[in-house]
């Protein structure tokens, strides 16, 4: 069965000060892995993946990620983090194995960025 | 405009009443799924489906029914719902089901009295 794990219920960064909102993840088979992002009283926004390559990803609003398999785990970073980076992050994981159909979530991080 | 859409956005009910949330897509793809969103618990996947006629359960199938009839519609259907029912739901959709990104609606709150 897959899982994946979001190891802090909420993260707090000065403005300006790098950020990283972490996850960690179980497969049985190669991971495909998903950082959302979600507005207050919005739906879930894409913000990255990894699929295959590059360990690096970068992705929207200046978001990066780093694929770590010995580590099992799809940290999500932002050099210098903005007020309005202040959202719910949530990290998803889908076993490339066959007969995986399902997305697993995360149970989210709330990430509070301060003036 | 690309977008899935939901309806209705917001819905208060009666302990058993059935009740149905429409799901559509105008980006013709094939995978198609519900959430429903609790604090503390995440996105659980509800129902998923890979293409017309063709539906699963996710994790939390119990009390949900879902149909697949047209490509682009997926609705849930609560035949009798129960207040621990009471959620935000989210329909989502995606060409395939492997690594590509899904797209969400905007919700729908639902309580159940």
């Known amino acids: 069965a897959q899982s994946v794990a979001q190891p802090e219920d909420q993260v707090k960064v000065a403005e300006g000060n790098p950020l990283t909102v972490k996850c960690t993840y179980s497969?049985?088979?190669?991971?495909?892995l998903f950082w959302y992002v979600q507005y207050p009283n919005r739906g879930l926004q894409f913000l990255l993946k990894y699929i295959t390559g590059d360990n690096l990803v970068k992705g929207s609003y200046g978001f990066e990620a780093e694929f770590n398999k010995s580590q099992t785990s799809f940290h999500l970073k932002k050099p210098s983090a903005l007020v309005s980076d202040s959202a719910l992050y949530f990290c998803?994981?889908?076993?490339?194995?066959?007969?995986?159909?399902?997305?697993?979530f995360g149970k989210g991080t709330k990430l509070s960025v301060i003036p | 405009e690309a977008q899935v859409t939901q309806n209705p956005r917001y819905l208060i009910t009666v302990t058993g009443k059935k009740l149905t949330v429409t799901c559509s897509q105008n980006m013709n793809h094939e995978y198609m799924s519900w959430y429903r969103q609790d604090p503390g618990l995440g996105l659980r996947q509800i129902y998923y489906s890979m293409n017309v006629e063709v539906t699963d359960k996710g994790d939390v199938p119990e009390g949900y029914k879902v149909s697949r009839k047209e490509k682009r519609n997926f609705p849930l259907i609560l035949e009798s719902p129960s207040p621990n029912q009471t959620s935000l739901y989210f329909c989502a959709s995606s060409f395939g089901w492997m690594g590509e990104t899904q797209y969400f609606g905007p919700g729908t709150r639902l309580l159940v009295l």
């Open positions: 998803a994981v889908r076993d490339s194995g066959a007969g995986s159909y399902q997305l697993t």
């Open positions: 497969v049985s088979g190669n991971p495909y």
